[in-house]
């Protein structure tokens, strides 16, 4: 048995888009990922989880977890349809928010988890500098509504998703496939989290995705981490952008995109980085680059060999450790959370394989922590099966099954390992 520090944070995760549905309701207005495709099998958000009318049950079963937090997104488009604020979407989050108070579970929330209103993509999107305007007015909205009762903020979750993936390889929406526009998108999503963490009551965070590179050739994984660690590192937790970046980009921007006083900007004092980790890439020299890594064109990208999850991503905790301690060298002083950490697997319900994953996973945080890294709470991805963007509902990442026909929701052997590991704080042997 290992034990977690005092005070460690036990949450469980979700956002917005995967979760609510009840996307034409109380005057929402549509997101980039309304309409947006190809989704596997055709699904949709329309419905997901029905969160929106099920968020009472959907409280219990967090209370009847115990966790002490609960990470949630707010929907931009619900709370500022066209620019204008809607009092029925802020009272919805009010409402949660209230209620888990009321169970003793801190609310942790995050303003950007990929859902952007639609009529800001037809005017550009994150490749116009006005949507980092337009996102500190929204912020300042929710900090109004919210920021009484919500001590935590997570300004963006993972940017490099909505800038590589929704401009680069085109799998997320908008579905853009523009090298240019991936980092004209990256720094326009930095600027927008430094002009809104300054307006935030309470802890401040953002949450990113860092990619963990290994290979044998260091210069060959140093560049691609300057293309995808760097683009956020560098501005957010440094405050400059890496020269290297510049360098391997030039023949495809010239980052006059960035201006005066930009990185001052996004360099907003942090009370902690938020951390998601789910897998490690491997780099080398040889290839022809990939959509996601623009800058790297020689470059070949694959998966550590090794058990995957349903995504077919390598089970590698490993990882997590050595991130988590890279992060504590480079950036002392920082607090480290867990924001995410999970797998899909298929159904059924028994689930040795997610239990495996979360202990291998939790056991890597352990490892960190006793090697000094601060890291100050974990949230499990994702406290029920959702709306996995391009991949649909087939992919379940959830510790409570959901039943998307009767929207049955049913624990996991997994939910009551997590439930039970969070009342002790302390890791089982395997
Ligand atoms: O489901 C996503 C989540 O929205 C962001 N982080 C990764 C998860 C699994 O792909």
Redesign the pocket.
């Known amino acids: 048995m290992r034990r977690f520090p005092e005070g460690f944070v036990w949450g469980a995760a979700t956002?917005a888009y995967?979760i609510e549905g009840a996307v034409a309701e109380d005057g929402r207005a549509p997101s980039i990922w309304d309409g947006f495709g190809p989704i596997a099998n055709g699904d949709t958000g329309e419905t997901a989880c029905d969160h929106y009318h099920r968020y009472r049950e959907d409280l219990g079963h967090l209370a009847d977890l115990g966790v002490g937090s609960y990470r949630f997104s707010v929907s931009w488009p619900r709370v500022l349809p066209y620019g204008k604020v809607e009092r029925r979407g802020l009272d919805f989050y009010s409402r949660l928010v209230d209620g888990l108070l009321e169970r003793g579970i801190e609310p942790a929330a995050t303003l950007y988890?990929?859902d952007l209103p639609r009529e800001l993509e037809e005017r550009g999107g994150w490749t116009d500098r006005d949507t980092a305007h337009r996102f500190a007015e929204y912020a300042a909205v929710v900090a109004e509504e919210l920021g009484d009762r919500v001590p935590t903020w997570i300004t963006l979750?993972?940017p490099w998703?909505s800038a590589f993936l929704g401009h680069g390889t085109g799998e997320h929406a908008p579905g853009r496939r523009d090298p240019e526009a991936v980092f004209t998108a990256a720094h326009h999503l930095n600027l927008a989290h430094g002009l809104a963490a300054r307006l935030l009551p309470g802890r401040r965070g953002v949450t990113l995705?860092p990619q963990v590179l290994r290979g044998p050739d260091a210069a060959a994984v140093r560049r691609a981490d300057a293309v995808g660690n760097g683009v956020f590192f560098g501005p957010l937790l440094s405050g400059a952008y890496p020269e290297e970046l510049f360098a391997h980009t030039a023949h495809l921007t010239d980052w006059s995109f960035v201006r005066d006083g930009d990185v001052e900007t996004i360099h907003a004092p942090l009370d902690f980085l938020g951390v998601?980790y789910?897998t490690t890439t491997v780099v080398a020299p040889g290839g022809t680059g990939r959509a996601d890594f623009p800058g790297c064109e020689d470059l070949a990208f694959s998966a550590e060999p090794g058990p995957v999850t349903d995504?077919g991503w390598t089970i590698e905790p490993s990882g997590l450790t050595e991130l988590l301690l890279r992060l504590s060298r480079e950036y002392p002083g920082l607090p480290l959370v867990i924001t995410?950490n999970?797998a899909?697997f298929p159904e059924p319900v028994r689930d040795e394989g997610r239990i495996g994953y979360l202990h291998g996973h939790l056991g890597a945080v352990l490892d960190a922590i006793e090697a000094g890294a601060d890291v100050r709470g974990y949230y499990v991805?994702?406290l029920l099966d959702?709306f996995?963007?391009a991949?649909g509902y087939g992919?379940r990442?959830g510790i409570i099954h959901v039943d998307y026909e009767t929207q049955r929701r049913t624990w996991k052997d997994s939910a009551r390992w997590y439930r039970d590991v969070a009342a002790s704080a302390t890791l089982p042997d395997a």
């Open positions: 956002a995967q988890h990929w979750n993972e998703c995705n998601n789910y995504m995410e999970g899909a991805w994702s959702n996995e963007w991949f992919k990442f």
